[in-house]
């Protein structure tokens, strides 16, 4: 791993992630009127940091990171990294942990999905736009 960090190519997500890091916090950062928490993730293939701001998805001190893309028929590119580097940073404010993450399947992911569903309707959407399962990953 570098300590080098490639920041999104996709102009939206960019300017989020550099207004996290200007602010020091993910507070005030929201899309579509709703809270974001800021994952670092090392990419699979460089080894370079990515930032992946997602909707915030919290139970207990713990967190889903939800693979939805928009409805796309992929798995985001941060799917892959997290796969195959499990070790993620999460930002939660001004908050930073080191945690784990894990793909969740069968009722885990039942439990999680409505929790995604209630911090953000909209997934249930997305999830109609996709033959795929939209993956969740739980953070620990």
């Known amino acids: 791993m570098t300590d080098k960090v490639q920041l999104s190519t996709t102009d939206w997500v960019r300017e989020q992630t550099e207004k996290i890091l200007e602010q020091g916090t993910t507070d005030g950062v929201e899309v579509f009127d709703r809270p974001v928490v800021l994952f670092t993730v090392i990419g699979a293939k460089t080894g370079l940091k990515r930032y992946v701001p997602l909707m915030r998805v919290e139970r207990g001190g713990r967190y889903a990171m939800v693979g939805s893309i928009g409805g796309a028929p992929k798995h985001p590119t941060w799917y892959h990294n997290v796969k195959a580097n499990p070790n993620v940073i999460v ?18 992911r039942d439990e999680w999905w409505q929790a995604a569903i209630e911090a953000y309707p909209v997934y249930s959407k ?14 620990e």
Do not use: Y
Not at 96 to 106: D, I, L, N, Y
Not at 126 to 139: D, G, H, N
């Open 126 to 139: 997305l999830q109609s736009l996709t033959e795929r399962t939209i993956p969740i990953f739980v953070v």
């Open 91 to 108: 930002q939660d404010g001004d908050k930073v942990f080191q945690m784990t993450a894990r793909e969740v399947h069968g009722a885990e």
